[in-house]
Structure formats: structure tokens, C-alpha cells
T-cell receptor, first 115, second 113 residues
């Protein structure tokens, strides 16, 4: 049973489209994250949610909107996709923030390709 | 500002040789440090972490890392490389607020027979 699961694993779409990536964790964790890995494999935090509340929103275009319907889910919706959005997006979760953030688990990633 | 620097974007070793991947950090507070491994087309797997206490940390697959405050380093080592160790390795630091990881740019480890 996968701890942090993302769907889809691969997503190919045209510029201008709107798409969503879903993330679910079955660990009972309170905190969830979205990280972006660019073409040079650099990983950077996009959003952090704690108990469904947004606690980090890095410098990310407004076209990216996270939604946390409950503690177990954190979805990422992207409007008006651009070529530069092509990347691997990782979802992660941890029991909480602070010291509890040291127990983070990552999903398998979603490879988004915008053509 | 906190940051992580991984020296060497690509390290090549022979099977059976010592693996040394270098990581230096910058932090104004006591750091929580991590090493993650990423195999091709897979997610990130935690190798080991340092929070407090013993500065030599042992992880999975025979890896270990030593926290050296005076050198602001957290280098990853393995005495004998195996072909299956070939992967991307990331050093990371928990940000000061404890709300996200700050990653280094990664080091690709290649292992030849």
C-alpha cells in the first residue's frame, strides 16, 4: 500500500490547457507539500499545507493553485500551462512541521510535459 | 539565508571503491540535515538524517554521513560502491521554520565495473 501516491505519473498536454495532479497520503500525516524538480533536477518547494492550511507559498505563478480538501489530500491545479511548466512535481507528507518535518515521505512524482 | 551546496555535480567510482559525496550547508540555527537518493524515474528515498546527538549517522544500504559543525559539512560516504548505488543524490536542510526542505543541486553517482 503506497504511503504517498500521485496521479497521474505522466502527463503530456498542450500549452494553454488546464490540468490537475492529485496526491493522497495514507500515513495520517498533518503536513503535505508540493516540490518542483526542473530539467536540471533541482528541487524546490512550491507549497506547504499543515492541517489543510497553507503555510508556505513560494514564488510560484498564480496559475498554480493547490487545494487541500482534507488532511490526506493535496491536489495541484495548473491553469494556462506554459512550456516552462514542464517538470517533475513531487508530493510529500510529514507528521507535522518543525521536528516532525524530518519524517517526510515523497511520492513517485508526476512528469508533466507541456508541448 | 539558509543554503545547501553539493560539490561536484557528477562523481564516478569503480565498483568496490569508496564513495564520497560532499555537502556543505549554511544556517544560522542548528541544522537538520538529510541525504536523499533518487533512482531513475522514481521518487526520493531517505538515506539518512541528522537532527541532534551523535554526529556520525548511519543510514540504509551501507551509507553514512558525518555532521561537522566547524566545517559546516555533512558528507556522505560508503566504503564500497555497488553497481546498484548509481543514482542521483541530494543533500537537504530543513528550513528554519521547519516547514520545508532546502535541497542542494544534486550529485549524480556513476559506478563502473
Amino acid at each position: 500500500d503506497t504511503a504517498v501516491s500521485q496521479t497521474p505519473k505522466y502527463l503530456v498536454t498542450q500549452m494553454g490547457n488546464d490540468k490537475s495532479i492529485k496526491c493522497e497520503q495514507n500515513l495520517g500525516h498533518d503536513t503535505m507539500y508540493w516540490y518542483k524538480q526542473d530539467s536540471k533536477k533541482f528541487l524546490k518547494i512550491m507549497f506547504s499545507y499543515n492541517n489543510k492550511e497553507l503555510i508556505i507559498n513560494e514564488t510560484v505563478p498564480n496559475r498554480f493553485s493547490p487545494k487541500s480538501p482534507d488532511k490526506a489530500h493535496l491536489n495541484l491545479h495548473i491553469n494556462s500551462l506554459e512550456l516552462g511548466d514542464s517538470a517533475v512535481y513531487f508530493c510529500a507528507s510529514s507528521p507535522g512541521t518543525g521536528g516532525a518535518a524530518t519524517e517526510a515521505f515523497f511520492g513517485q512524482g508526476t512528469r508533466l510535459t507541456v508541448v | 539565508a539558509q543554503s545547501v551546496t553539493q560539490l561536484g555535480s557528477h562523481v564516478s567510482v569503480s565498483e568496490g571503491a569508496l564513495v564520497l559525496l560532499r555537502c556543505n550547508y549554511s544556517s544560522s540555527v542548528p541544522p537538520y540535515l538529510f541525504w536523499y537518493v533518487q533512482y531513475p524515474n522514481q521518487g526520493l528515498q531517505l538515506l539518512l538524517k541528522y537532527t541532534t546527538g551523535a554526529t556520525l549517522v548511519k543510514g540504509i544500504n551501507g551509507f553514512e554521513a558525518e555532521f561537522k559543525k566547524s566545517e559546516t559539512s555533512f558528507h556522505l560516504t560508503k566504503p564500497s560502491a555497488h553497481m546498484s548505488d548509481a543514482a542521483e543524490y541530494f543533500c537537504a536542510l530543513l528550513n528554519q521554520a521547519g516547514t520545508a526542505l532546502i535541497f542542494g543541486k544534486g550529485t549524480t553517482l556513476s559506478v563502473s565495473s
